[in-house]
């Protein structure tokens, strides 16, 4: 790691890497610093586990890079985490150290017996030009670099390691899809979240771009100051790429519809997403990005009848007008134990905005019935994800969990391939429903999909509500509801509907995805209008089951 940082240092020495609201730092002064920093933290042996605690920042950045070249692990823990979590996983990983931001998190006040040394971010920091340099480092031939923490969707704590190879793979294979230039500014809110994988940190570096940091107190409000924050900094530094979770997304241009002066002049791509995102999401950023309004508010409208693709490219196209360029719209499918994103989707490989795109670098993706058994890539089976490649990590740090298999990852995620590799995403195996009287288990995307082709829809969640199958409805505005409950009435893929709510936004959780419970406690409490379908008892069609042709 150290060689790289040492390779890329000269390679794009005067270039800009790191960019706050009040400082730039060049990559030959990042690569200065982070030897600074190794010559202070020394004294950690090869493979020692380095916890931070607190937002990201330049300095974070810098520390980041200074443990890996050190060969040791670098373990960001997110700091808004509940106390007794944040306790429970440090006794569990025993660190060397434990590096905090004092300004957003007291590690005293939670663990006042400290078994482990512990300093703050500042301490780290001060008198650093004075700073011995710290330039020999342990050969290893794949160290483990970083850990990240996740849930996933089972709620169960896991800590995925990643190795140097794998990081280094991957970000070449992204930066191979979607190079950056020395032009590039790239905005990302979550970046303490990225700290660990390959993009965007190295992917940038590989690249020669930029990273734009947003206010450390701008993390917390998305309807709030934060977007106000997060549009001026953009504003200022000229974004070119902006990656966002759906969320963030849709505050950012209902932000920018309200404050248009605030709108960076011109982005080249913006990357969103993962298997949740909507692609009404895309029509409504598309309507703000671009200022032909009359054109996409009549897109909003028609766009059922046009075809899942033909809005990418009048998005570019319009752009291309107004701007002299093309923005591309991207949505990525990731996997933390596959560093970070897995499968890319834009317009330029051929836009599938309800697919998830085509993996990247070495990756090979597959999937298999419930026996293990592939099916083939035709477009129409379904089964359980899975994939092989360099990129994969090496297994995880909590003890008695399964590590990886070392030829493939098996995810939890279903999905159909296409015979040109391209892979649509059809929701989680944990996520099939199962209704009482009904033998095969019910895939709710496809019903969501199916729901989705009716005039006035902007978008459906299909889920088990009291033991019959639900779906919450965001329709356009002006859309009849009567008309919409009578063609889900006369559809006979929908017959298992019971009920149905309508919706004018649905509620997120703070990384993205829809909030179901809220929805079902919002149903419950009578707050949304909720319309009782006399569905017809028939039994699912064998079309709708798992792993069938559908």
């Given at each position: 790691?150290?060689?790289?940082l040492?390779?890329k240092?000269?390679?794009?020495s005067?270039?800009?890497?790191?960019?706050?609201?009040?400082?730039?730092?060049t990559?030959?002064?990042?690569f200065?610093t982070?030897?600074?920093?190794?010559?202070r933290?020394?004294s950690?042996?090869?493979?020692?586990?380095v916890?931070f605690?607190g937002?990201?920042s330049?300095e974070?950045?810098?520390?980041?890079?200074?443990v890996?070249?050190l060969n040791a692990i670098w373990?960001?823990?997110?700091?808004?985490?509940?106390r007794?979590?944040i306790?429970?996983?440090?006794?569990?990983l025993?660190?060397?150290?434990?590096?905090?931001?004092?300004?957003f998190?007291?590690?005293?006040?939670?663990?006042?017996n400290?078994?482990?040394?512990?300093t703050k971010?500042?301490?780290?920091?001060q008198n650093?030009?004075?700073q011995?340099?710290?330039?020999f480092?342990?050969?290893m031939s794949?160290?483990?670099i970083s850990?990240y923490?996740?849930?996933?969707?089972?709620?169960?704590?896991?800590?995925?390691?990643?190795?140097?190879k794998a990081?280094?793979?991957?970000a070449?294979a992204?930066?191979?899809r979607?190079?950056?230039t020395?032009?590039?500014?790239?905005?990302?809110?979550r970046?303490?979240?990225?700290?660990?994988g390959?993009?965007p940190l190295?992917?940038l570096?590989?690249?020669?771009?930029?990273?734009?940091?947003?206010a450390?107190?701008?993390?917390?409000n998305?309807?709030?100051?934060s977007?106000?924050?997060?549009?001026?900094?953009m504003?200022?530094?000229?974004?070119t790429?902006?990656?966002f979770?759906?969320?963030?997304m849709?505050a950012?241009t209902?932000f920018?519809?309200?404050s248009?002066?605030?709108?960076?002049?011109?982005?080249?791509?913006?990357?969103?997403g993962?298997e949740?995102?909507?692609?009404t999401?895309?029509?409504?950023?598309?309507r703000?990005?671009?200022?032909?309004?009359?054109?996409?508010?009549f897109l909003?409208w028609?766009y059922?009848?046009l075809g899942?693709?033909i809005?990418?490219a009048?998005?570019n196209r319009?752009?291309?007008?107004?701007y002299?360029?093309t923005?591309?719209?991207t949505?990525?499918?990731g996997?933390?134990?596959?560093?970070?994103?897995a499968?890319?989707?834009?317009?330029?490989?051929?836009?599938?905005p309800?697919?998830?795109?085509?993996?990247?670098?070495?990756?090979?993706?597959i999937?298999?019935?419930?026996?293990?058994?592939?099916?083939?890539?035709?477009g129409?089976s379904v089964?359980?994800?899975?994939?092989s490649?360099?990129?994969i990590?090496?297994?995880y740090?909590?003890p008695?969990?399964?590590?990886?298999?070392?030829?493939?990852?098996?995810?939890?995620?279903?999905a159909?391939?296409?015979?040109n590799?391209?892979?649509?995403?059809?929701?989680?195996?944990?996520?099939?429903?199962?209704?009482?009287?009904?033998?095969n288990?019910?895939n709710?995307?496809?019903?969501q999909r199916?729901?989705n082709?009716?005039?006035?829809?902007?978008?459906?969640?299909?889920?088990?509500?009291h033991?019959?199958?639900?779906?919450a409805?965001?329709?356009?505005a002006?859309?009849?509801?009567?008309?919409?409950?009578?063609?889900?009435?006369n559809?006979?893929?929908?017959?298992?509907?019971?009920?149905?709510?309508?919706?004018?936004?649905?509620p997120?959780l703070?990384g993205?995805?829809t909030d179901?419970?809220?929805i079902?406690?919002s149903i419950?409490?009578?707050?949304?209008?909720?319309?009782v379908?006399?569905?017809s008892?028939?039994?699912?069609n064998s079309?709708?089951s798992?792993?069938?042709?559908?």
């Open positions: 790691m150290f060689n790289w040492q390779e240092s000269r390679q794009f005067d270039r800009i890497y790191l960019l706050d609201p009040t400082r730039s730092v990559y030959k002064e990042n200065e982070i030897k600074k920093i190794m010559g933290l020394k950690i042996s090869p493979q020692g586990k916890v605690i937002p990201g330049i974070v950045y810098q520390l980041y890079f200074a890996t070249a373990i960001p823990i997110d700091y808004r985490f509940d007794d979590f306790n429970e996983i440090l006794t569990k025993e660190p060397s150290l434990v590096i905090y931001d004092s300004t998190f007291d590690l005293e006040s939670i663990l006042p400290l078994s482990f040394q512990n971010l500042t301490t780290i920091f650093l030009a004075s011995e340099e710290c330039i480092v342990e050969e794949d160290p483990i850990a923490l996740t849930s996933g969707s089972t709620g169960t704590c896991k800590i995925v390691l990643h190795r140097l990081t280094l793979e991957h070449k992204t930066a191979d979607y190079p950056f020395a032009e590039s500014r790239l905005f990302n809110p970046h303490i979240f990225h700290v660990s390959a993009f190295t992917t570096m590989e690249c020669g771009g930029c990273i734009v940091i947003p450390s107190t701008s993390y917390e998305l309807n709030g100051e977007m106000n924050d997060w549009a001026d900094v504003f200022r530094n000229n974004v790429h902006a990656s979770f759906p969320a963030e849709y950012y209902r920018i519809a309200r248009p002066e605030l709108k960076p002049p011109k982005f080249q791509r913006i990357t969103t993962g949740v995102i909507e692609f999401d895309l029509v409504s950023t598309a703000v990005f671009a200022e032909n309004r009359y054109l996409y508010d909003w028609v059922p009848y899942d693709g809005l990418f009048l998005f319009v752009y291309e007008v107004l002299n360029q923005v591309q719209i949505t990525t499918y996997a933390t134990e596959l560093i970070c994103n499968i890319a989707n834009d317009s330029r490989s051929g836009p599938d309800r697919g998830s795109g085509i993996a990247l670098g070495s990756l090979k993706a999937i298999v019935d419930e026996q293990g058994k592939e099916l083939p890539h035709d129409i089964g359980r994800l899975e994939f490649g360099d990129s990590a090496s297994g740090l909590v008695n969990e399964e590590v990886l298999h070392p030829h493939f990852y098996r995810t939890n995620d279903l159909a391939i296409s015979p590799g391209r892979v649509t995403f059809y929701g989680r195996v944990d996520d099939l429903i199962t209704l009482p009287g009904i033998e288990k019910i709710p995307v496809i019903l199916e729901i082709k009716t005039p006035g829809i902007q978008a459906s969640i299909v889920f088990a509500h033991n019959k199958l639900h779906a409805i965001k329709i356009m002006g859309a009849n509801q009567d008309t919409i409950i009578q063609s889900i009435k559809n006979s893929k929908l017959s298992l509907i019971a009920t149905t709510s309508f919706w004018e936004v649905f997120h703070s993205g995805k179901k419970k809220s079902m406690d419950d409490q009578g707050k949304a209008p909720t319309i379908i006399d569905s008892e028939q039994t699912l079309r709708m798992f792993c069938n042709i559908f």
